[in-house]
């Protein structure tokens, strides 16, 4: 049983209690499995299935994961993902470029094509939309941008550029 290789395409799945981290580390660009469904036994079948790591704020689980397991032994969400990626180094995708919602990877879409779909104020402000392939949810700028250029500057990120009106990047 060996733990994942490369630290640069970490990939994770996250115990039920952390649904939050498991979001922020969707929007960050990690491939990461989130489903409150999962109990214990299934979080660990798939971390080694899946050569995944699983974050967990469970001692006893994370014993029984090993190699595979790693404690979240923080509760603020910065410190989290702070450690994370110390620990395991930068995600494998851009910021915004996975489904918060369900972690699959966004296609970008033409304006015309969500005119019917988005708030026409909205539709009407930006010029660049992203879709899920999966949920069908459309994303646009502002959908997370202030409160990700918070935390972006919380965990000391500078080498994203992220302008006004571009917090969604392909
Ligand atoms: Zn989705």
Same mark, same amino acid.
């Not at 969500?114 to 026409?120: D, E, I, Q």
């Not at 104020?121 to 646009?140: D, M, N, S, T």
């Given at each position: 049983?060996t733990?994942p290789?490369?630290?640069?395409s970490? +990939?994770?799945?996250?115990?039920t209690? $952390? &649904?939050? !981290?498991a979001?922020?580390?969707?929007?960050?660009?990690?491939?990461t499995? *989130?489903?409150?469904a $999962?109990d214990?036994?299934?979080?660990?079948r798939?971390?080694?299935?899946?050569g +995944?790591i $699983?974050?967990?704020?469970?001692?006893? !689980?994370a014993?029984?994961?090993?190699? *595979?397991?790693?404690?979240?032994d923080? @509760?603020?969400l910065?410190?989290q993902?702070r450690m994370?990626r110390? +620990?395991?180094?930068e995600?494998?995708?851009a910021?915004?470029? +996975?489904?918060?919602?369900?972690?699959?990877r966004?296609?970008?879409?033409?304006r015309?094509s969500?005119?019917?779909?988005?708030?026409?104020?909205?539709? #009407? #402000? *930006? @010029?660049?939309f992203?879709?899920?392939?999966e949920?069908g949810?459309?994303?646009?700028?502002g959908?997370?941008?202030?409160?990700m250029r918070?935390? !972006?500057?919380? $965990?000391?990120?500078?080498?994203?550029?992220i302008?006004? &009106?571009? &917090?969604?990047r392909?």
């Amino acid at each position: 049983m060996t733990p994942p290789e490369n630290p640069r395409s970490a +990939r994770f799945v996250v115990d039920t209690m $952390l &649904g939050r !981290l498991a979001k922020w580390l969707r929007i960050l660009g990690y491939d990461t499995r *989130y489903d409150p469904a $999962l109990d214990d036994d299934a979080l660990l079948r798939i971390a080694q299935a899946e050569g +995944r790591i $699983l974050l967990t704020r469970d001692h006893a !689980l994370a014993r029984r994961g090993g190699p *595979y397991a790693f404690l979240v032994d923080h @509760e603020d969400l910065i410190l989290q993902l702070r450690m994370i990626r110390e +620990r395991f180094g930068e995600p494998a995708d851009a910021p915004f470029s +996975r489904c918060p919602v369900c972690n699959t990877r966004l296609t970008i879409v033409s304006r015309e094509s969500v005119a019917l779909h988005v708030p026409t104020f909205i539709w #009407q #402000q *930006y @010029e660049r939309f992203h879709r899920c392939p999966e949920c069908g949810r459309i994303y646009w700028p502002g959908t997370h941008f202030e409160r990700m250029r918070s935390v !972006l500057r919380a $965990l000391e990120i500078h080498d994203i550029e992220i302008e006004d &009106g571009q &917090g969604l990047r392909a």
